[in-house]
């Protein structure tokens, strides 16, 4: 069973477009992130949330607005697609917020065009 | 400066060798340290968190001196498997955030 699931795995989308990506886990975990890592391959957190609750929120454009229905799942929804968009989102989670130990979904590579 | 510095590289190093990476971290109140492995493609996994008192884990050996404010990884008997970016990462606060350096990459040849 895949312990960090997103979906979709590739998106490819126009401009101006609004999309979202679907995280799930499964390990019981109370905390979950968004993470961007573009073409220079760097990790940058974008949300965190703590029991559906937003703890995080780095300086990202309110294009981007995350979505906890409950603690296992955690969208993310993005408004009017530029192409400064174009990465890899990577969500992850883990126990607690005292920095322990983080599993990552398999990635979005999102792609505008 | 950089919350998490490390050397992109890469490093390309011949099957059996030893080799290390070093991370410095700029916030001297960070709590807790970690290596994580990125392979192309994919996303990071843990490899091992980081002790002040050093830990070992097989051929993979992790230190951490918050005097100097580094960590160090260190490789021994390199494998072709090893070959993948190295992601050193720091946390701080109590706000649970994985602040991570830009990663070394390590190339292992025949």
């Known amino acids: 069973d895949t312990a960090v699931s997103q979906t979709p795995k590739y998106l490819v989308t126009q401009m101006g477009n609004d999309k979202s990506i679907k995280c799930e886990q499964n390990l019981g975990h109370d905390t979950m992130y968004w993470y961007k890592q573009d073409s220079k391959k760097f990790l940058k957190i974008m949300f965190s949330y703590n029991n559906k609750e937003l703890i995080i929120n780095e300086t990202v454009p309110n294009r981007f607005s995350p979505k906890s229905p409950d603690k296992a799942h955690l969208n993310l929804h993005i408004n009017s697609l530029e192409l400064g968009d174009s990465a890899v989102y990577f969500c992850?989670?883990?126990?607690?917020?005292?920095?322990?130990?983080?599993?990552f979904g398999q990635g979005t590579r999102l792609t505008v065009v | 400066r950089k919350e998490v510095e490390q050397d992109p590289g890469p490093f390309n190093v011949p099957e059996g060798a030893t080799v290390a990476f070093n991370c410095t971290y700029s916030n001297s109140a960070s709590q807790s340290f970690f290596w994580y492995r990125q392979d192309c493609r994919k996303e990071p996994k843990l490899l091992m968190s980081?002790?002040?008192s050093g830990n070992e884990d097989g051929r993979f050996t992790a230190q951490l001196n918050r005097a100097s404010q580094y960590i160090s990884l260190l490789i021994r008997d390199s494998k072709l498997s090893d070959s993948a970016t190295y992601l050193c990462v720091v946390t701080t606060g109590t706000a649970s955030k994985l602040t991570f350096g830009t990663g070394t990459r390590l190339q292992v040849t025949l």
């Open positions: 992850a989670s883990s126990q607690g917020v005292e920095g322990q130990r983080a599993f």
């Open positions: 980081v002790y002040s």
